[in-house]
């Protein structure tokens, strides 16, 4: 079967499971008609084509253009002939969580897709831990089942390919990824950031949430990182507009000339984890927040704006593999660069209503923010290898998950959360590693267009043409590599957020 033609179903494919997706999680619909979808386009990933991609894996030259196409789309095919074989599982998720409503002592309900909002603007520890608790409870009925089955069914499944021995095997044969190294990477990066950690933690829940000595919780997490006293600096009103001037005088276009849409607004049954949804690449990427308020708001817009210009400047030439597959590290990192001119004080200083006086204590809690959710992110990566590995029971993963969670963050999770807490096919590594592709990324600019590279009007030509056009052919170390010279790892991340913490 001719390359192209199977890139031209799969692309085809790809577009209309994305356009459900936008619709169900942006709130437009209620639910996920998914299997319909896989039904229409069972010939673009079916057995005939996964033999013709399987053999030119088998037979291409390692660290060939060949061989990389081959890896991507055998990975994506194997995802689809997985996804369509759950599909009506997560259609139970998609809808349970479009309607699900948490009951309350008082008689009362709240949305589910609302609660973590809910949570992290209750500034009662009792009633923020009550609601969380009531979550937890509902969550261990209905949803977590539904997550245990599915990422069962998906190790099985990984595992019955016979790619390598081990779904972790099998992961890094097809992402190209070492686990171990990055596993390795972050034992350090907790080890050596412990003292740090200890330090800072107690005083800012002290200083935040009045508490001292009593064991905070995944709900004081949230409600810590809410930071409400810095929400006059971060007006609702004036988000997208500053944003798009930002990157309009970086030289860019703040809606990639018309293809990136955005949607910002509250609407019930909207998600309340932000996404961006590239229905067709180039030409229609969304980009969905639900307001939470505050600088959490400002930062997720730029998150997901980093995602959206990605997609939307990806050059259209590029095979179908290079613009929808690859390293997803790539364009979290992008994202994460985005979202670090939060960290940035003459970022801040222009663009929102922060001044020189808060502007110190906003840096301390910007720092302590990063290192919570480097360290998270660690432990969850360490979980999930667990999970995957399938040297622990079933059974026992939700104490390991809470006692590893424990460790790495000191907030005590919920035991219900072990399966939800998870995204699949190990995006806790995608994560980490376009946190230090970040980190080198920023320093490259720097060292090109100076320090306020983020409003010079030739860096962000560059971005497009060296970054965002390039699609995801490159690995996230690839890339590091070609646009620094340097090796992904922690290390500018340590610096970082001692700078911040200072």
């Not at 499971?17 to 010939?43: F, M, N, T, W």
């Not at 301390?364 to 992110?377: D, K, N, P, T, V």
């Not at 000191?410 to 376009?434: H, K």
Request: charged share 30%; with cysteine.
């Amino acid at each position: 079967m001719p390359l192209d033609f199977i890139r031209t179903r799969a692309e085809a494919f790809l577009e209309d499971v994305s356009r459900e997706y936008h619709a169900a999680h942006a709130g437009l619909k209620q639910g996920a008609d998914l299997q319909p979808i896989y039904a229409r386009h069972a010939a673009a990933y079916g057995d005939e084509v996964m033999a013709d991609i399987r053999s030119m894996y088998d037979r291409a030259k390692v660290g060939s253009d060949e061989h990389r196409s081959a890896r991507l789309l055998l990975d994506w095919l194997i995802g689809s002939q997985i996804g369509r074989t759950l599909a009506p599982v997560e259609e139970r998720e998609i809808g349970w969580e479009a309607v699900a409503m948490i009951p309350l002592a008082d008689g009362s309900g709240e949305p589910y897709q609302r609660a973590a909002i809910t949570i992290s603007n209750t500034s009662d520890a009792g009633e923020r831990r009550a609601l969380d608790d009531a979550r937890a409870k509902l969550v261990a009925a209905e949803l977590a089942p539904l997550k245990q089955e599915r990422l069962q069914r998906e190790r099985d499944l990984v595992e019955d390919t016979g790619i390598a021995p081990g779904y972790i095997a099998t992961f890094e044969a097809l992402s190209a990824v070492s686990l171990g190294g990055l596993r390795d990477q972050c034992a350090a990066f907790l080890r050596d950031t412990q003292a740090m950690w200890d330090d800072v933690r107690p005083r800012l829940l002290k200083e935040r949430l009045q508490m001292v000595g009593a064991e905070p919780t995944r709900a004081d997490a949230l409600a810590l990182f809410r930071a409400r006293e810095f929400d006059g600096a971060f007006p609702a009103g004036e988000m997208e507009r500053e944003v798009r001037r930002h990157v309009t005088e970086m030289g860019a276009s703040a809606d990639a000339g018309g293809r990136v849409r955005y949607d910002t607004g509250e609407r019930e049954g909207k998600r309340a984890r932000a996404f961006c949804s590239p229905v067709r690449i180039p030409e229609e990427v969304h980009l969905v927040i639900r307001p939470h308020g505050g600088q959490n708001d400002w930062q997720t817009l730029l998150h997901e704006l980093g995602h959206a210009l990605h997609f939307g400047n990806a050059e259209r030439t590029l095979p179908f593999e290079y613009r929808w597959l690859g390293d997803n590290s790539v364009t979290e990192g992008y994202a994460m660069l985005f979202d670090h001119r939060l960290k940035c004080p003459g970022w801040l200083l222009r663009y929102t209503g922060l001044d020189k006086v808060d502007l110190p204590a906003f840096m301390r809690s910007a720092g302590f923010e990063e290192l919570h959710f480097l360290r998270r992110y660690c432990g969850k990566l360490m979980y999930e290898l667990e999970l995957y590995g399938g040297s622990v029971s079933w059974g026992a993963l939700p104490e390991l998950y809470v006692d590893t969670l424990w460790q790495a963050t000191g907030f005590r999770y919920q035991l219900a959360d072990a399966f939800v807490d998870v995204d699949p096919g190990f995006y806790s590594a995608r994560y980490l590693r376009a946190w230090q592709l970040q980190a080198l990324l920023d320093e490259t600019l720097t060292e090109r267009f100076n320090d306020d590279w983020w409003r010079n009007p030739n860096a962000g030509p560059w971005i497009v043409g060296e970054l965002f056009g390039r699609g995801q052919r490159e690995l996230a170390d690839e890339q590091a590599m070609r646009v620094s010279g340097k090796v992904l790892g922690f290390a500018p991340l340590v610096r970082s957020i001692e700078r911040m913490l200072t």
